[in-house]
Every structure is written in C-alpha cells, then in structure tokens.
C-alpha cells in the first residue's frame, strides 16, 4: 500500500469515512460526558452534598468502564456491531437520565454507574471496530481520531457543564446530552453492519479476574474517602493482594482477560500496558481535580476553570493527531520521549499550582502551559503505543488485545483516580479544608503522581528494546 492509500483521505473518505463517524462518535459521546461532570462536580457538591465522596464519581465511572469494556466483545459477538452501539447508547443515555434526576450523592453515584457501563462499551467498541474495519497501515491514523474526540469534547463539554453550572442549573448539563444520545443511536442503527464479518461465536468471559480487579478498585476508594491514615494503607494493600490473586488466576485460566505475556515482566506486552497504564493515571489524577483547585487557589469561574483543565486533553490530541504518521525509528522516539515531557507538565504544575493567584495571566500563563505538556506527553506516544499492542499479541488473541487496551487503561484511570482522593484528603482537602488545605492537596497530588510518568521513562525503554530483540 502506498503512502498517499494509507493517509488521511483514506481514512476519512469514501465507506471508511462512514465507519471512521461512528467510531468517532461513540468515542466522543463518552468524552464529552466526561468533562460535563468534570466541569459541574463542585457546583453538584455545593447542592447536594457528597465532598468526601468527590473522586468516586470518577471512580465509579470508570469501574462501570471496565465492566463495559470487558463485556464489549461479547455483546459485539451476540448483537453485532449495529445492536451493540444501540445497547451501549442506551445504557449511557439511562445513567445520564439518572443523574439529572439525582436528588442526592448516592442517587448521582448510581446514574454515573450506569453512564459509565455504556460509555466503556461505546470507548472498547471503537478499538474492536478499528481492527475488523480498517487495513493495520490505517490503526494509527484511527487511533488518532479516537483520541482526537477527546479534543472535540473539550470544545462541547466544558461550555456545556460550564455553562449550565454558571447559571445554578447543573442538572441541565445532563438533560443537554440526551437528544445526542437519541441521535447517535439512531446514526449507528443506520450505517452500521448488523453483523461483525469475523466474529462468529460468543467469547469466552474471565468472570473470576473481572471481579479481582473492581474488587481491587474499590478496596482502595473506601480506604480512601477514611481520615485515618491507617485504613488508607489497608486498602491499598488489599487491592495489592487481590491484583496477586488475579495474576495467579489469569495464568491459569482458559478465559482470559487480558492476552498471555501481559503480567510478564519480560515480555514486551507487559512494558507496553505498564506505560499506558501510568501515563492514564498522569492524565486523569490531574484533570480530576483541576477544576478545583483553578476555582478554590486562582479565582476562576467554572466555565473558565473547565477550559483551562480541558488544555491538557488539548495536548493530547493535538500530539496524537501530529505523531501518528510517525513511522520505524521516528514512532520509537516519539514514545521515548513521551514520558519524559508528561514528568515536567508534572513537577511544574507540583511547583505553580498550590501558589495560587488571582487570576493573573501570568500565572495561568505556565499553568496553561504545564496542563498541554502533560497531555502532549501522552499523546505524542499513544497511537504508537496502542498499535503496538495489537501487533504484539499473540496470535489469535488480537480481539481479547483490542478489549484490553481499555480494560487497562479505565483500571489505570479507576485506581488512580482512587489514590488521588486518598491523597489529597490525607494532604487537608476536606480537613482543615479551605484555601490552606485545598493548597496542601494540590501540591501532594502532582508531586506523588509525577511519580508515574516517571516510571513510563523506564517502562517505555524496556518495551521498544525488547521489541527491537525479538
């Protein structure tokens, strides 16, 4: 195939044009919801409630992701790819129905359970489809497009929540997205096939491991939302324990959940989800509670404290899209250097961010510049990353590896998410609380999680050197 086939008009023209919209659009259905949520949480927990329980709206969703994603190659098997994006479509457009209607934090946790099932299915489809639909010189390109939905969400989802939450009415926010929902429904139904030409029989579900690891989840959310310092490291060795048992189980085990040589250390497989993995948690630790601390530290209303969060999805689209025609030794290097730009947007945001301001342009100046190095960082390397995942797997594991990608980076994003609301409740968030502790929290939560970037520098090398052994 020659380089002017395999380029950007291929993908985006012609029948490949029409896949490449649906894809998209689940992708971006998913996103959008996520910086509404992002966006309007502290206006959400100002009416309702629930600050102790702030980081489990993320941790929810994203354990409802999982469950989504590993349940997306059987539904995609049983209903085909039209019935499935309708289902997922309707599970999301359920949850979100719930939230708008949520009287309290509970109610709301309840509504972001359900969101979050039908946005992983909607998130793992799109990689599946990626796979069964398009030629392996398009993935990257594809890949890119995915992540560059989260870019589009970052234009919809803070005006949307932004909007909403300025005006008192959050819950309009979630009303908003449902006619959206209707329609993308209705585009899959229309333009998708009704059956997946290589899917011919139902996989196999590795329940066991499934549980594992939402067990593991959220072990550590209820050590977290604790005061005490005590049950905070009980959870975190009890989700330890059970990633044990689950690696002990998976080695054994007929179904799997993810492809062999994915808990190996040596094996290329393992380094690759290693550097997804802690380069996720970078991301969403950071986006979490960005909003926060631009509101509480540096004077910022809601809508503009959404689009200055909303920088760092910027970077990583903007780096996907401009990094996924690298190719040979350009691709390597890009994923080399990822880690390493995603570490400084860390430390400086450890250093700026807890000064805190007025407003001042020249200290959200750096800060806007640090939320793009972060998100740049990852993007530059992840539809690199993602290919070579697809290509590493062992044969006739190439769906589990498609459903995997997912399933690992919404665990990463899951238990993150989790020890970031540890962290920043054990730094003062909530105790003493105020400009004080909301400070404290800001400084601890970058300066702790700088730590994972750090591990993709290593993590990175190991994997493209042993590519280059094998």
């Given amino acids: 195939m020659t380089e002017q086939k395999i380029g950007w008009s291929a993908l985006l023209s012609g029948s490949n044009g029409i896949r490449s919209l649906a894809l998209a659009g689940g992708v971006a259905l998913h996103a959008i919801n996520v910086y509404i949520a992002t966006t309007i949480l502290p206006s959400v927990v100002a009416e309702i409630g629930g600050l102790d329980y702030y980081a489990w709206n993320t941790t929810l969703f994203i354990v409802a992701s999982i469950i989504g994603s590993v349940l997306s190659a059987n539904l995609l098997a049983v209903s085909g790819p039209r019935g499935a994006y309708v289902v997922a479509a309707g599970l999301f457009g359920?949850?979100?129905?719930?939230?708008?209607?949520?009287?309290?934090?509970?109610?709301?946790?309840?509504?972001?359970?359900?969101?979050?099932?039908g946005g992983g299915l909607l998130f793992a489809l799109a990689y599946a489809m990626i796979r069964l639909v398009f030629p392996q010189a398009l993935w990257p390109r594809a890949m890119a497009v995915v992540s560059g939905m989260w870019g589009v969400a970052t234009l919809a989802g803070p005006a949307i929540g932004g909007t909403f939450a300025e005006l008192g009415s959050w819950r309009m926010a979630f009303w908003?997205?449902?006619?959206?929902?209707?329609?993308?429904?209705?585009?899959?139904?229309?333009?998708?096939?009704g059956r997946s030409p290589d899917t011919d029989e139902k996989p196999g579900l590795a329940v066991p491991q499934l549980a594992l690891l939402i067990l593991a989840v959220f072990v550590v959310s209820l050590g977290s939302v604790n005061p005490k310092l005590v049950w905070n490291i009980a959870g975190i060795a009890a989700a330890l324990f059970l990633v044990a048992i689950l690696v002990l189980?998976?080695?054994?085990?007929?179904?799997?959940?993810?492809?062999?040589?994915?808990?190996?250390?040596?094996?290329?497989?393992?380094?690759?989800?290693?550097?997804?993995?802690?380069?996720?948690?970078?991301?969403?630790?950071?986006?979490?509670?960005?909003?926060?601390?631009?509101?509480?530290?540096?004077?910022?209303?809601?809508?503009?404290?959404?689009?200055?969060?909303?920088?760092?999805?910027?970077?990583?689209?903007?780096?996907?899209?401009?990094?996924?025609?690298?190719?040979?030794?350009?691709?390597?290097?890009?994923v080399r250097l990822a880690p390493v730009v995603a570490l400084s947007g860390m430390i400086l945001l450890a250093l700026l961010m807890p000064g805190g301001s007025q407003g001042e342009w020249l200290v959200l100046g750096p800060l806007s510049a640090a939320f793009i190095l972060v998100g740049a960082g990852v993007g530059i390397s992840w539809p690199h990353l993602?290919?070579?995942?697809?290509?590493?797997?062992?044969?006739?594991?190439?769906?589990?590896?498609?459903?995997?990608?997912?399933?690992?980076?919404?665990?990463?994003?899951?238990?993150?998410?989790?020890?970031?609301?540890?962290?920043?409740?054990?730094?003062?968030?909530?105790?003493?609380?105020?400009?004080?502790?909301?400070?404290?929290?800001?400084?601890w939560l970058f300066a702790v999680f700088a730590i994972a970037p750090l591990i993709g520098v290593f993590s990175a090398a190991r994997a493209l050197g042993k590519d280059e052994r094998r």
């Fill in 386 to 443: 993602l290919t070579r995942i697809l290509q590493a797997a062992p044969p006739g594991e190439q769906d589990l590896a498609s459903a995997s990608i997912t399933t690992v980076q919404l665990f990463a994003t899951a238990l993150g998410s989790a020890l970031a609301g540890m962290v920043v409740n054990l730094a003062g968030l909530t105790d003493p609380g105020g400009h004080a502790g909301t400070q404290n929290a800001a400084f």
């Fill in 94 to 117: 359920l949850g979100t129905f719930i939230c708008a209607l949520a009287p309290s934090m509970p109610i709301l946790l309840l509504g972001r359970f359900v969101q979050g099932l």
């Fill in 176 to 193: 908003a997205v449902l006619p959206t929902t209707g329609l993308f429904a209705a585009l899959a139904f229309a333009i998708l096939p």
């Fill in 249 to 334: 189980i998976e080695g054994r085990a007929e179904t799997r959940l993810l492809p062999r040589g994915a808990f190996r250390l040596s094996s290329p497989l393992c380094m690759l989800f290693v550097t997804i993995s802690v380069l996720a948690i970078a991301v969403t630790v950071s986006e979490m509670f960005i909003p926060l601390f631009l509101q509480v530290l540096h004077a910022q209303t809601p809508l503009i404290a959404g689009y200055l969060s909303v920088l760092m999805s910027v970077g990583w689209t903007m780096g996907s899209i401009m990094s996924s025609s690298n190719q040979g030794r350009r691709a390597e290097k890009a």
